[in-house]
């Protein structure tokens, strides 16, 4: 569903180039889970937001589904990525001053949807993450691991195909990590999901059925 050809990422550091990504090859079958590891610098992070078009790479192709997505116009991105790809960052992104519930529906209210579509796929997504009781709490009256659950159910809120993961466990305690750990792989078998996740956690990263390792730019 998903394949990166030769992507390069190149920053230019006032005189000196900067190599981040330097050929990364990538291809991603529909449903598959993949873990990548690599050291701090790797480049991780750069290639997760190019393979979901929130950057650009310098050179190479994004093909999703067949089509080039970096072909796509500015519009056409934006909708394509609101409507196929989650994101789940390692700092969650939630709006503090919009609560649980408005947080959540974000992807659906800028879709368009009507307010009983909203109310009706919020509650599915609320119950799927044990947090019922905690719509109306504002971010700053929620646990970390209830916040990242929030953020985990506002990606999946439009049922992308693919969601990418940057250290989604990053901030946890370990009891929290497990269940988001969990929380994502349940995504990917009951919804047919397909999961890249980043990650430091290597007993994280050895749960996948396919495991990638970057180092300086390259698979390892
Ligand atoms: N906007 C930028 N301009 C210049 N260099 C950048 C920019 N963004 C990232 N880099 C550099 O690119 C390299 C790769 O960064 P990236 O964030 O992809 O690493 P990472 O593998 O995700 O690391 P970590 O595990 O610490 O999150 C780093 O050396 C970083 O300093
Ligand atoms: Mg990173």
Do not use: C
């Not at 991780?44 to 190479?60: A, E």
């Not at 799927?128 to 990242?148: A, T």
């Not at 940057?166 to 009951?190: A, M, R, V």
């Amino acid at each position: 569903m998903l394949e990166a050809q030769s992507i390069r990422k190149v920053y230019q550091q006032g005189a000196s180039p900067l190599e981040v990504l330097k050929g990364i090859d990538l291809t991603v079958q529909k449903g598959e889970a993949l873990s990548i590891v690599g050291s701090s610098g790797a480049g991780k992070s750069t290639l997760l937001h190019i393979l979901g078009t929130l950057d650009t790479p310098t050179s190479g192709h994004v093909i999703y589904e067949g089509k080039k997505v970096f072909d796509l116009n500015d519009h056409e991105l934006a909708r394509f990525r609101n409507n196929n790809i989650g994101f789940v960052f390692q700092f969650h992104h939630l709006m503090n001053e919009f609560s649980a519930y408005d947080n959540l529906i974000l992807p659906g209210r800028l879709a368009g949807w009507s307010g009983k579509d909203l109310r009706v796929r919020a509650d599915e997504l609320f119950a799927f993450m044990g947090l019922s009781d905690r719509k109306k709490h504002f971010p700053s009256e929620l646990s970390g691991g209830e916040q990242q659950r929030v953020a985990i159910a506002r990606a999946v809120f439009l049922n992308p195909s693919l969601v990418l993961a940057d250290e989604p466990t990053g901030n946890l305690d370990s009891e929290n990590s497990l269940k988001i750990q969990q929380l994502l792989f349940d995504l990917q078998k009951e919804w047919n999901v397909t999961l890249v996740v980043v990650t430091h956690d290597l007993g994280f990263a050895e749960k996948f059925p396919r495991q990638l390792k970057m180092a300086n730019g390259l698979w390892a």
